[in-house]
């Protein structure tokens, strides 16, 4: 048999084999993807429930009735809007901070060559270690100590210092930019702040918008540090008034059902917004898996 019959003989398998694998692949995601959507899913099945069905067995799907009286309740149970407002001023803090001062020492990492450049980096990476755990009393002194305690200043002004992470990740974007622009535009006369504003900073929007979301994720879902630092009710932001609500006597579910799908749901809106610039920031920083 001649090699011009065996060819497509073969062509045919690959491709059968191929399809195989891809369809054995999208199951996969399809049933890991389900293990994410039902747990939501029947949050928000139960955040429209009356007390008496959330541990119903067998367990029941859907409610017998829907009851917008949850929502209303959650509202009027503590200072919604309150917190609601405490919480995005610290994340608004949060994320200006991270994305500047991340976007500033990482550039100074990447693109400057100073003395002793790489081992300060070093140092950086190796405060990553640290859990907030060892450092959270000598903080608390600190800000005891020069009258921060009972303000925002312990959870936004510290964020315009850099995080080891985001500068780490902004590092690496910044690394795999073309050196040669920054070469044609020192030619040109730009000073080395002017690259940074007007060439790098526009071309590192994936990186930038990655870094935003990570610093949302991190001061949204907060609860130690306000808990810590803020010592105000009036101060406090919505992670502690899940706790408020949620007591040893009485754990109010019916009420910590609906500010669960609140809290959740501007988390899974940013990602489905800002996947593909989160997904292409995480693949050009170097650290794909």
């Known amino acids: 048999m001649s090699d ?39 949050l928000l099945s139960c955040s429209f429930k009356q007390p008496s069905e959330l541990f119903e067995v067998p367990i029941k799907w859907f409610p017998r009735k829907i009851q917008f009286a949850n929502y209303v309740r959650m509202f009027t149970y503590f200072p919604f809007v309150r917190y609601l407002r405490n919480t ?21 990492f990447a693109c400057l060559n100073w003395k002793g450049r790489d ?10 270690i640290l859990p907030f755990q060892v450092i959270m009393v000598p903080l608390f002194l600190l800000f005891q100590k020069i009258r921060w305690i009972g303000t925002f ?11 080891p992470f985001y500068i780490f990740l ?11 622009l920054n070469q044609a535009a020192k030619i040109d006369g730009a000073n080395e ?9 526009p071309l590192s929007r994936p990186v930038l918008a990655t870094v935003a979301i990570f610093a ?19 101060l406090y932001t919505l992670s502690i008034g899940a706790q408020m609500i949620r007591s040893r006597l009485q754990p109010n579910w019916e009420l910590l059902m609906p500010l669960g799908v609140i ?27």
Request: positive net charge; proline residues 4%; contains cysteine.
């Open 216 to 234: 949302f994720l991190r001061s949204w879902n907060d609860f130690i540090g306000p808990l810590i630092f803020l010592a105000s009710d009036k």
């Open 88 to 108: 995005l001023i610290i994340v608004f803090f949060n994320i200006l901070g991270s994305v500047l001062s991340g976007a500033l020492i990482s550039y100074g």
């Open 170 to 180: 902004m590092r690496q974007f910044f690394l795999g930019l073309p050196k040669e």
């Open 4 to 42: 011009t019959a065996i060819a497509p003989l073969t062509t045919n398998h690959g491709n059968v084999a191929s399809r195989f694998g891809l369809g054995v692949l999208y199951f996969i995601l399809i049933v890991l993807s389900f293990s994410f959507i039902v747990p939501f899913f029947w």
């Open 193 to 201: 702040f002017r690259i940074f504003w007007q060439i790098a900073l």
């Open 119 to 128: 081992k300060v980096f070093i140092i950086v990476l190796i405060t990553m």
């Open 263 to 289: 809290m959740v749901l501007p988390v899974l809106l940013i990602f489905f917004f800002m996947q593909k610039y989160f997904i292409q920031g995480i693949a050009m920083s170097g650290i794909k898996g």
């Open 153 to 163: 200043l312990p959870l936004t002004v510290t964020c315009f210092f850099g995080n």
